[in-house]
C-alpha cells in the first residue's frame, strides 16, 4: 500500500505594484504557477500596510518605488510574520541592498522561471521554526540611502493609523527605550527606532543632538536658558521645552551662529 504526500496548502499573498499592466501580468503569472492565493492587491505603499494588517499573509510581493509609502517604508511598519520577496526594476548595486532585507528579490521583467523559485524559497523560508527576522529600519535605510543623502520624511504607525511626517515638519524627537517620540504639527507618534540612527538619517544643518535622549529641530528653537551651569532648557515656538547638556547647548549654539 503506497501513501500520498498532500500537496502542501496554498501560500496566502499580499501583491504590491503600483503598474496596473505589471500589476494584472504578475497576477497571471502566479495563477499559472498555482501554489499562491492572492488575497488582497495594492497599487500603493499604504494600501499594503493595511493590507498586511487585515489579512496576515504569509509572503508580500513588495514593489520599491510606489506612491505614498515605498518599499523601505512599507518594511519598517510590517508586524513580524510575513515573509518579503522584492519586486523591483533597480540595478544591481540597489539589489545588494534589498537582498538582505527579503527572502528573495526579482527582477522586473520577472520570468516564470525566477517566479517559481522565489516562491520555493518562501516555503523553504516558513517551513523553519520561526520567520528570519528583518533587519531593522535603520540597516535597511542605510543600506539604501547614498552617502550624504538625508531623509525628507518619515513613515509612522499608531494602532491602525498610519502617517507620513515630513522631515521639515519634524520639531524634536526624544528616545523611549527601543523608541523614539516624535513630535510634529501639535501631535506625537512613537516609532520603533533608536535615536542614533534617526539622528545619522537626517540633517546635522536641521537636526541637533542636544541631550543623550533627545533630538531637536534648530528651525524650531526660540531661545536657550540655563538651569544651572550644566543643565539647560530649549524652548520651541510651540512651548515644548527640551533638556540640554552643556556639549548639546554648545552645539545648538554653534548651528544657530549664536
Not at 518605488?65 to 540595478?91: N, Q
Not at 543600506?143 to 515638519?169: F, H, M, Q, T, Y
Amino acid at each position: 500500500m503506497t501513501s500520498s504526500v498532500p500537496p502542501a496548502p496554498p501560500l496566502r499573498a499580499v501583491v504590491a505594484e503600483d503598474e496596473p499592466l505589471i500589476r494584472e501580468l504578475f497576477l497571471e503569472q502566479l495563477a499559472e504557477l498555482g501554489g499562491v492565493e492572492v488575497v488582497a492587491t495594492c497599487k500603493d505603499g499604504l494600501e499594503a500596510v493595511r493590507a498586511t494588517q487585515q489579512h496576515a499573509p504569509e509572503v508580500l510581493f513588495l514593489d520599491i518605488s510606489m506612491p505614498k509609502l515605498d518599499g523601505f517604508e512599507v518594511l519598517e511598519l510590517l508586524e513580524p510574520g510575513v515573509s518579503v520577496v522584492f519586486v523591483t526594476a533597480y540595478d544591481q548595486h540597489a539589489v545588494r541592498a534589498f537582498e538582505a532585507a527579503a527572502v528573495d528579490y526579482l527582477l522586473k521583467p520577472v520570468s516564470s522561471e525566477r517566479l517559481a523559485k522565489a516562491v520555493a524559497r518562501v516555503r523553504l523560508d516558513r517551513a523553519r521554526k520561526d520567520v528570519a527576522p528583518r533587519p531593522s529600519s535603520d540597516e535597511l535605510r542605510h543600506g539604501a540611502r547614498p552617502e550624504g543623502v538625508w531623509l525628507d520624511r518619515l513613515a509612522v504607525k499608531d494602532g491602525s493609523e498610519i502617517g507620513v511626517i515630513p522631515v521639515r515638519e519634524l520639531r524634536f524627537a526624544r528616545s523611549e527605550d527601543d523608541y523614539v517620540r516624535l513630535g510634529a504639527n501639535g501631535r506625537e507618534w512613537l516609532k520603533h527606532q533608536t535615536l542614533g540612527a534617526l539622528e545619522a538619517s537626517l540633517d546635522p544643518a536641521s537636526f541637533v543632538r542636544i541631550h543623550r535622549t533627545c533630538m531637536v529641530n534648530v528651525a524650531f528653537v526660540t531661545r536657550i536658558e540655563a538651569e544651572t551651569r550644566d543643565r539647560f532648557v530649549v524652548f520651541l515656538s510651540d512651548g515644548t521645552t527640551l533638556p540640554a547638556s552643556r556639549p548639546g547647548e554648545r552645539r545648538l549654539r554653534e548651528v544657530l551662529g549664536l
